[in-house]
Each structure stands twice: as structure tokens, then as C-alpha cells.
Nanobody
């Protein structure tokens, strides 16, 4: 059974940093898309950052470029989201996700079939 679990959320002041991580079990993520999404109550889920493992490249939402970095662990059972210069509008529940085998990755949530339960990030001004 594929399982994903996020950790690392918390409450910080604007301008500070957090690092989230996602533990993955049940599969290796080579040839998978990996991504981070976020959601606030009443709003649609928003893609933040992703990795295309087949192409070994990363991609970001415009709101995250220059501030957030997604990376993969060497053991291939963990990936990260480093969030710097956090803003109050970054406050959300953050979810890690994996696509299953495929080629061509985006931040469209329909590409992702495995999801963690979320970790809360709260940024105060």
C-alpha cells in the first residue's frame, strides 16, 4: 500500500522559514511526479512545487518561485519543500502527493493519485 506522510508544519512570523518533508512508502518514486499542494478552507487546491523524476527537473507556481525549493532525498523515500521568506498568504494546509508511473508532470492535481493527510503552515504578520 502506498503511503505518504507530511511533517514540518508549524507557526512562524512573516519572513521566516520552514522545511516540510514527506515520507513515502510502498513504492520508489523514480518515474513518478512528486509535488506539494496547499489548500485553505473554501478554496481550491493549489499546486506549489513539483519534481519530474523522468526529466530530473523541478517546477514551481509563480507564487513560489524564488522562495520555495523542492528536493528529493538520496534514499528515494523522502522529499522536501524548503520555504523561505514566508508570507501570511502562504498560510494553508500543505499536502505532498505522488502521481504513480507517468511521463510529463505539471501542477494539475488530477495527475496525482497518492496524497498525504496534510501539515498546517501558519504565517503571521
Amino acid at each position: 500500500q502506498v503511503q505518504l506522510e507530511e511533517s514540518g508544519g508549524g507557526s512562524v512570523q512573516a519572513g521566516e522559514s520552514l522545511r516540510l518533508w514527506c515520507e513515502v512508502s510502498g513504492y520508489t518514486y523514480e518515474n513518478y511526479c512528486l509535488a506539494w499542494f496547499r489548500q485553505t478552507p473554501g478554496n481550491k487546491r493549489e499546486g506549489v512545487a513539483g519534481v519530474d523524476n523522468e526529466r530530473d527537473s523541478s517546477f514551481y507556481a509563480e507564487s513560489a518561485k524564488g522562495r520555495f525549493t523542492i528536493s528529493r532525498g538520496n534514499a528515494k523515500n523522502r522529499f522536501y519543500l524548503q520555504m523561505n521568506s514566508l508570507k501570511p498568504e502562504d498560510t494553508a494546509m500543505y499536502y505532498c502527493a505522488a502521481s504513480g508511473p507517468r511521463f510529463g508532470c505539471t501542477l494539475n492535481d488530477w495527475q496525482y493519485i497518492y496524497w498525504g493527510q496534510g501539515t498546517q503552515v501558519t504565517v503571521s504578520s
